[in-house]
Every structure is written in C-alpha cells, then in structure tokens.
C-alpha cells in the first residue's frame, strides 16, 4: 500500500458529462501529482500542485482543471468529457519536489465515457 | 524536449532467467526513478536513483548520468516480475515516463 488514496476506482459516464476524482497523498507529502495513462499514450504529465500552488503543467487540457486543498488532498475536474477521455487517471504524491523526491501512486481512477 | 526510450519494449523469461532493462534519455537529468506496474495496474516506485547503484532484493539499479542511461537488473525472476517496466526522468520542471519495458515471466 502506497498511502495514497484515490476514488473512486471506477467511473463510466456518458459523452459531455463531468467527473471529479479526488486523491488523498500519502501523510506528511506536499506534492500531488496528476497522470493520464491511456493505451496510445502511455503515461502523461497532466499537472502538479505543492503545498496548494500550482507548480508544474503538462499536457492538460482546458478542459480538464485540478486543484489542492488546505488540508492537501487534489481533486481533478473533467467536463465535457469525449470518449478520448476514456483511461486510467493516477494521483501520485511526494515529500518535496520532483527532482528530489520519490513518487508514489494511487491505484488509479478507471475513467470510461460512452 | 527530452526523449526517454526503454528496450527491449518486450521480454519473455522463464522462471529463475536474469534479465536486464535499459533506459536512455537524450538530455542532462536531475533524477531517475524506476517503477513497476503490476497486471492489476498498480504502480510501484521501485528506485529513486539519480545516479550510481541500489539494490532491493532480486532487483538493482545503477544510473550513469553522464552517459545518459539507467540499467535496471532482475536476477532470478519470478511470475510475479510480470508486468511493466518504467523509468521516468525528471527534466524542465516534470517528471517524463518512458514507454516501458513489458515483462512477462512463465512458470
């Protein structure tokens, strides 16, 4: 168990719905991390939040927003979801940064549209 | 922007055969991490190894920096080692995930 808790597990939606998927990180880390993980994309660097700042962006989509909490936990907001949205969504937490600092995953929120 | 590229992309072993996973990457990297995705899709950080060696059991890693690679060691391999490989580079200001190595080990 990496202490980092996501939910929900699995999530099926219509076309043009939205979602939200929260993530807890592991006690003590400052940093959560959001993934995409699709079957023609592999793992992708969607955003990054440190101590409720946003610290880094990758390739999110405007429609797609994240943020971090006091209390640490992240959600991330999908809307006018597409089928392309359809994958395996993964939080990651750190003790500090990423150039520093050892990552460690959630189980994943599986997203279907359809 | 950075490349990360993993070989072999696919390995077949049998139970007890040694394996070794390399990870390239085409620019000057702060840190390299290795993580293994088992078949229920858990991702499990393996290393923290931005340079030199670790290991953890059967499985050692070792990060030449300078010469832009990272070898990942499996010794006596199990079903269990099923799965896939990542190594995942930290450049600008994220952490970029190679395409993986996929792992299958049979009985």
């Known amino acids: 168990d990496s202490g980092v808790t996501q939910t929900p597990k699995h999530l099926i939606t219509a076309t043009g719905q939205r979602v939200t998927l929260r993530c807890s990180p592991r006690?003590?880390?400052?940093?959560v991390y959001w993934y995409q993980q699709s079957l023609d994309q592999g793992l992708q660097f969607l955003i990054q939040?440190?101590?409720?700042?946003?610290?880094a962006k990758g390739n999110i989509l405007e429609r797609f927003s994240a943020q971090q909490f006091p209390d640490l936990h992240s959600e991330l907001n999908l809307s006018s979801l597409e089928l392309g949205d359809s994958a395996l969504y993964f939080c990651?937490?750190?003790?500090?940064?990423?150039?520093?600092?050892?990552?460690?995953f959630g189980n994943g929120t599986r997203l279907t549209v359809t | 922007g950075i490349q990360v590229e993993q070989s072999p992309p696919d390995l077949i072993l049998q139970e007890g055969a040694n394996s070794t996973l390399r990870c390239n990457f085409s620019d000057s990297v702060n840190n390299l991490q290795w993580f293994h995705q088992n078949p229920w899709g858990q991702l499990i950080n393996l290393f923290y190894i931005p340079s030199g060696t670790k290991q953890n059991g059967r499985l050692s890693a070792t990060t030449v920096a300078t010469e832009r690679y990272s070898l990942l060691y499996i010794s006596s391999s199990q079903t269990t080692d099923s799965g896939v490989y990542f190594c995942?580079?930290?450049?600008?200001?994220?952490?970029?995930f190679g395409t993986g190595t996929r792992l299958q080990v049979f009985p």
């Open positions: 006690s003590g880390d400052l940093s």
């Open positions: 995942a580079v930290f450049a600008t200001d994220k952490l970029i």
């Open positions: 990651a937490s750190s003790l500090g940064q990423a150039y520093n600092s050892p990552l460690h």
């Open positions: 939040y440190y101590n409720g700042e946003e610290r």
